[in-house]
């Protein structure tokens, strides 16, 4: 069932993927170029004048609304759309979305090889920035994260957060797109619209690989016929890096 303008479902529908659009997608746009950096600054200064209690709080709060937020926006509002707009059962959204256990051990596979791939990229690309004289500081986020968050904390969101945003991008996104163009373009948009969603970061060197790291698991999706190859290869990325940069800390 495609969409129409009246009814009242499909309008309601329409306005839920138009606010995930806008949060997840638009707002960090405007973040970039708003002096997001600046902002940031006056936040960690106001937490660490806070008493540790209230750290915690603090920490507990941001964390939960960090994940439900993105479990609202990106699982949630897309899965409702495909009852209220596609009328489609449980089932039928799974198979949308490409979430089956049909050839599960090649999506494994594949989503090990993808990780060691874009971790492979992240290296690389990281090394000629360095190399170049750019800050270690502007190659990623986690020194910034690590002050509303604990280690335990990080460790739930780079775990929890790839799910999330797999089923956003590369299940109903990349769904969509496909449906009215190929795959080849769904892959480009799909890849630059998860680059801009992280311009939140207010720094443009991780935007870049993560616009290239978005091609890579789009093309594995469309690839595999499987959604769990890219959960996979994000969440093995996204918690070997968080790993390896707190040995690398714990050394340094």
Known sequence: MDFNIKKPAHILAFLMILAS??????????????????????????????????????????????????????????????????????????????????????????????????????????????????KSEELGNVQDLETFFSPISLLILVAAQPICEEIFFRGFLLDKISSFSDDYVAIVITGLLFGIAHMSYGKIYPVIVIMVMGFVLAFLVVKTKNLYSAIIAHTSFNLTSFILYFIAKSLI
């Open 21 to 134: 659009i806008v949060i997840i997608i638009i707002l960090p746009i405007f973040s970039f170029l708003g002096e997001y950096l600046s902002t940031e600054s006056s936040s960690i200064q106001t937490i660490e004048n806070l008493s540790s209690q209230a750290k915690v709080i603090i920490e507990i709060i941001l964390l939960i609304t960090q994940l439900a937020f993105v479990i609202v926006l990106m699982i949630i509002f897309p899965l409702l759309w495909y009852v209220l707009v596609n009328n489609c059962n449980l089932k039928e959204v799974f198979s949308r979305l490409k979430l089956h256990l049909k050839n599960i051990d090649l999506a494994i596979i594949w989503g090990i090889v993808a990780a060691i791939i874009m971790f492979g990229i992240n290296i690389i690309f990281n090394l000629i920035l360095l190399k170049l004289g750019v």
